[in-house]
């Protein structure tokens, strides 16, 4: 999968309060989003999914992305592993043969090409961390500042207070026990990143730099300096 679509989830969030917003359009709804109602509670919210993340240090799962172009039933695919630590660390590590990792230390997003050798880094204000699609199932606060939100079965639909053609909506699922089971980010031309997550664990914080990772032999990389 070409890497912008991982740095999506990051650098959608600065545009989103461009000048001129206008409001969301409404992002279509497939089968496959209906059956994942079915599998989630009908009390799924942003509180419940941010209260079970709470309950321990860490959480670990694995996931499946997929990206499927607007028309296309077939798409891209890459699996791995994530890691979260409520409330605002969190790291993606994509498994063989496209081998990279996505990293947020509560700060700064990183995303490393270990085969290309390159690093990104983008610094996460305040309001640019309330944007971030991620951010709705760690501080549904901020979520409620900068989405509306709104319950469609067993869905939650999260739709930008300001749009560009990067992100429509972002439709969030979560199992029994609160845990988010699915998560799928739509843009303005009905293209699809859909992220399918699995066995949660708990598990122990981890070092602070798990979350600030880097190349071989060099220093995590940081943001261009405004």
Known sequence: MPAHLLMTLVLVAPVLAADGARPAPTAPVTAADGAARNSAPPATSLDAISRALAAAPAW?????????????????SDEGTVVIEAPAK?????AAPDVRTFAVDGSVARHLDPAGGTCDAVRLDSGVWSRLPLAAILDPGATRDSFAVASEGDTLRLVPRAVTAELAAILLTAGQDGLPTRIVVIDGAGNRNEFAFSQWT???????????PSLPGVRPCAPEQP
């Open 202 to 212: 708990r598990g122990p914080r981890s070092p602070a730099t798990f979350f600030a």
């Open 60 to 76: 670990r799962a694995g996931f499946v992305q997929r990206y499927l172009p607007s028309g296309f039933d077939e798409g891209t």
């Open 90 to 94: 969190l790291r993606f590590d994509y």
